[in-house]
């Protein structure tokens, strides 16, 4: 299916055509298509983000694909025009566009036109020069060799992976190292580059490591879901390089052997017993190997990464997260299972499936792409619910209005019995929300048989048990024990006249007929 808000996305940022291509896994005539579509219904990012899958993919299907006819420029002609003096591409692709327009053909835009040729030049062994513009992309891999940490209990030499990203343009480099080769040690990485280089490059360009790349074919590309996430946050792209093409990231590939070489090399008689006295001793080394002076430039990395710096994009106010997905149902209460407690989102979605994703202090919900709710990430008790009003049924934040203080004002206008019953519901459970339910039953019985009866039934309860229950007095309001009138009296007292303390009476004292503290 068309990632129409990827597309979207990363047209917003500037990214060309052939670029977006290789990072969705869609053909260029698809992007071509897409774009075109929405430049038409003025559908831009922004609009995007607000529209579910679904709705994207309607609003792009409405009355069916479009087809372009191209015309393929004669590219043997177009790589011998190249040697006369004088003579560019851009050149070439306006002369192109001038002689379709003639013979009523479409031409292809120049980042089309550009890309046909590389792909021409390479099957032929023709040589292109590729320039590298300040800030467009960071190459990022994993090094060859590792290094050692010592452990200091057994004596184990633990082999520690070295995390290589390098700036396009001006090969400034970033080196750490990780115990593993995980997505955390991955993402990580990427977060701690950024930060050394103080901004960020609008491409990053990985090889096919299944821990940022699921698949990457000539047909389609898959981003794994937090490198993608990653992505987004830093309002960068990902552009693996194809497979089997290390050209495509030649800056890095250099790096990481002169790294092998100048870094993990210059180490290899240390003994580290931490990681962080490891990667220690790697920034120092990273310091020298930047400011190290160019073999046949004049400068040296640092230099030209000081021109390159103010075309970075600027870090965000917060670093990304670490995040981990799952897939939940929405229950019939409108929340979803995540982590052993519950997160609400709109009733509307009950039954769905929906993605979960789960930082260290943030639960979001999406449905089709779409954020349906955010959550602070709960913690306490397992079996919490996190629970916002605006997603409830409107009968459902009809009943929230209720609390344990306005129960209480409700039963004081009836009574004191009903009050002292309310009392022990609200404080009998272990979180007084547990007792709504039965609070709100008892208010619906003074509705069905008066005020009047139900204190009478509440202090007939109360008279013989200190554990008072609505069914009991229900059952006393059905039967109608609560009319029949008390003879005697319970002992004086706020307390003792709510049936929680017995009088004298209850144990064949002077105030009652001795026995079973019945009344009646």
């Excluded at 043997?76 to 003096?85: A, F, Q, Y």
């Amino acid at each position: 299916m068309t990632n129409y808000r990827e597309i979207l996305r990363l047209a917003s940022l500037g990214i060309n055509h052939a670029q977006i291509s290789r990072s969705t896994g869609h053909s260029r005539q698809t992007v071509l298509s897409v774009l075109k579509k929405a430049g038409q219904k003025s559908i831009g990012y922004r609009e995007a983000k607000k529209l579910s899958d679904k709705d994207l993919f309607r609003l792009f299907t409405a009355g069916g694909p479009s087809h372009l006819a191209y015309k393929m420029p004669d590219y043997e002609r177009i790589h011998k025009e190249l040697t006369r003096s004088g003579v560019t591409l851009g050149l070439l692709w306006v002369e192109y566009c001038e002689e379709c327009r003639k013979n009523g053909d479409l031409p292809y835009q120049s980042t089309q036109f550009n890309k046909y040729y590389a792909d021409y030049a390479k099957k032929t062994n023709a040589t292109m020069h590729i320039n590298r513009k300040p800030g467009d992309s960071m190459e990022v891999d994993w090094a060859g060799s590792t290094a050692f940490v010592k452990n200091t209990d057994t004596g184990e030499m633990m082999p520690a992976n070295v995390f290589v990203a390098a700036l396009s343009y001006s090969g400034y480099a970033y080196v750490e190292a990780f115990f593993s080769m995980d997505m955390e040690s991955w993402v990580r990485g990427h977060v701690n580059a950024y930060e050394y280089f103080g901004g960020v490059a609008r491409l990053a360009v990985p090889d096919n490591l299944k821990t940022g790349v699921v698949k990457n074919t000539r047909a389609e590309t898959f981003i794994n879901k937090n490198y993608q996430s990653l992505a987004e946050h830093y309002g960068a792209v990902i552009l693996p390089a194809r497979v089997r093409a290390p050209k495509d990231k030649p800056r890095v590939e250099g790096t990481i052997g002169i790294v092998e070489t100048w870094i993990m090399a210059a180490l290899r008689n240390g003994q580290f017993f931490s990681l962080p006295e490891l990667n220690e001793a790697i920034r120092l080394k990273l310091g020298e190997f930047n400011t190290k002076p160019f073999q046949k430039l004049e400068g040296s990395r640092q230099t030209k990464f000081l021109e390159e710096k103010s075309f970075l994009l600027p870090l965000p106010r917060h670093p990304f997260e670490l995040s981990t997905w799952k897939v939940a149902t929405v229950q019939k209460d409108y929340h979803v299972a995540c982590q052993g407690q519950y997160y609400s989102v709109p009733h509307e979605y009950i039954g769905k499936k929906a993605d979960v994703r789960i930082t260290k202090n943030i639960v979001e919900i999406f449905y089709e792409g779409l954020r349906i709710a955010s959550h602070e990430r709960g913690d306490g008790f397992q079996g919490k619910y996190n629970t916002k009003e605006e997603h409830m049924p409107p009968a459902h934040q009809k009943y929230m209005e209720w609390n344990g203080d306005r129960f209480r004002r409700w039963a004081k206008k009836i009574g004191a019995c009903t009050e002292a019953v309310v009392e022990y519901f609200l404080s009998s459970v272990r979180v007084e929300q547990q007792s709504y339910k039965t609070c709100n039953a008892l208010l619906l019985l003074a509705d069905k048989y008066s005020p009047e009866r139900l204190e009478a039934a509440c202090a007939k309860v109360l008279s013989f048990t200190v554990r008072p229950s609505f069914k009991a007095i229900q059952s006393v309001l059905k039967s109608g024990m609560d009319k029949i009138p008390r003879e005697g009296k319970l002992s004086s007292g706020k307390a003792l006249q709510y049936g929680f303390l017995r009088g004298a009476g209850y144990y064949g004292g002077s105030d009652g007929d001795g026995g079973d503290g019945d009344d009646q």
